[in-house]
């Protein structure tokens, strides 16, 4: 009788945890992604304290435009009641000795599960120009994920796809895809958010020019069309040799996306353009051409003033016939958050249309949101807008970008390589030029 109780105890506690374990399964399968990437924290008394890092260009003005940011969230349900935020900054360039110590320090807290819950930065780039008038070298240039991609692959971040399906404030329908998929992991999650982005485009005043050429063509074709116009698109006015690929990095194999023999025809192509333009005494205007490189978005408002020309927006094509775009400001919530409700609520806040039409931290570039391109009120009142035709053309440059990519250290490299190659003497200098850059873009995948 006393192994019969036994048994049947053992049978019943059996059946418990099962029904336990049953019970446990269905709640967790009701909320796919949300909190099984978080780290778990002990629980807190008082308002949830996030801690945000922005981390812009110009440090003085991020301050400025946290403030802004303050102020917007003031009306998000729970502030100061339910969660709280401290801004947190890095040094600027000018001490980039600190700077640089400090980056190496937040990325390990961030690999550790600490630092901040919320990331709000760029990544940088400096022309040799603007480093020359800043006095400052090249150690100055450090972001904090060098590489965004490998941070993704290093679990820094929160796959945010259960929290975007509950999201209360932004349209994540309304943001451009093929931007935003530059944020997802090789799973296919949303790990980083794209808040701005920029695309280079050549404007020609609609009344002068008709393009002679079937468009879109590669970047190769653009420089061999033998139409003036297209061979200024094709040369472009900067970041020329980053944007003619289709992709610099292959993230699978972990190496540069094409060759030293395809870079070096590239820059002998652009060159022996631009010193066909310069003997011929050649100039865009000449071509109808208002400027044959702008990146549009809000510091683009000269141009896009409310009684602007209506523009045929020619993209400077990369080698595969597609745009390529890089991402601008970005936004991601550590893996490492005790609060992963509030950060994401946060950063959704951020980015609502709203947001996007009110808060400085949008002026740099064009933000996500497929809206915000007919109308933009500048920072400094200034009004820009696109016209229905110019909003058009738009639509219809931004539907070709093929490749969107974060400035790294390749594409810093690619762009330096083009102010480098642009005054090479002769052919010897070219080469030498591009096989030493090359080599220096193997060596920075190979350490990243």
């Known amino acids: 009788m006393k192994r019969l109780y036994i048994t049947f105890a053992i049978l019943v506690f059996t ?103 919320i990331i709000i930065c760029q990544n940088f780039y400096m022309d040799p120009q603007e480093l020359e008038w800043t006095g400052l070298s090249k150690t100055g240039l450090k972001s904090i994920f060098n590489i965004p991609q490998s941070a993704m692959k290093q679990r820094l971040f929160l796959p945010l796809d259960g ?101 070096l025809r590239i820059c002998r192509q652009i060159a022996a353009a631009r010193k066909g333009k310069e003997t011929k005494d050649e100039h865009y205007n000449d071509v109808g051409c208002v400027v044959p490189g702008v990146s549009i978005g809000p510091q683009s408002f000269s141009f896009f003033g409310a009684n602007c020309p209506e523009y045929i927006m020619i993209p400077a094509y990369n080698t595969q016939g597609g745009v390529t775009a890089s991402v601008g ?15 994401f609520a946060v950063l959704d806040k951020l980015m609502s249309l709203d947001a996007m039409k009110t808060l400085d931290i949008y ?35 931004r539907e070709q970008i093929n490749v969107v990519d974060y400035m790294t250290p390749v594409n810093r490299e690619l762009m330096d390589l083009w102010y480098q190659a642009d005054a090479a003497e002769d052919e010897a200098q070219l080469e030498k030029l591009v096989h030493d850059s090359y080599t220096r873009m193997r060596m920075i995948l190979a350490e990243s």
């Open 363 to 397: 002026a740099a570039d064009m933000p996500v949101h497929v809206d915000m391109c007919w109308r933009w009120n500048c920072p400094a009142g200034l009004e820009w807008r696109l016209s229905e035709w110019n909003f058009a053309q738009y639509a219809a440059l």
């Open 163 to 263: 929290y975007i399906a509950n999201a209360r404030y932004t349209e994540w329908d309304k943001l451009l895809p093929a931007v935003m998929d530059a944020g997802k992991d090789e799973k296919g999650r949303q790990v980083i958010v794209p808040m701005t982005y920029k695309v280079n485009t050549s404007l020609f005043e609609k009344e002068r020019y008709a393009p002679s050429g079937k468009l879109p063509m590669s970047r190769e074709e653009l420089l061999n069309s033998g139409d003036p116009a297209l061979e200024w698109v094709g040369i472009s006015r900067w970041e020329t040799v980053w944007d003619a690929f289709g992709g610099q990095i292959d993230y699978q194999k972990g190496e540069l996306a094409f060759s030293e023999e395809e870079l």
């Open 329 to 343: 400001v970005y936004g991601a919530v550590s893996r490492s958050t005790a609060y992963p409700e509030e950060a």
């Open 15 to 117: 059946m418990l945890f099962l029904l336990s374990c049953s019970a446990r399964s269905g709640y967790e399968k009701s909320f796919p992604q949300q909190n099984t990437e978080a780290v778990s924290q002990p629980p807190s008394t008082g308002p949830a304290m996030l801690r945000v890092l922005v981390d812009l260009r110009a440090s003085d003005i991020a301050i400025h435009r946290t403030e802004d940011i303050k102020e917007f969230l003031k009306e998000m349900p729970g502030y100061k009641e339910s969660f709280d935020i401290q801004f947190e900054y890095l040094p600027t360039f000018d001490s980039a000795s600190e700077r640089n110590t400090e980056i190496d320090r937040l990325r390990l807290d961030l690999m550790q599960d600490k630092g901040p819950d």
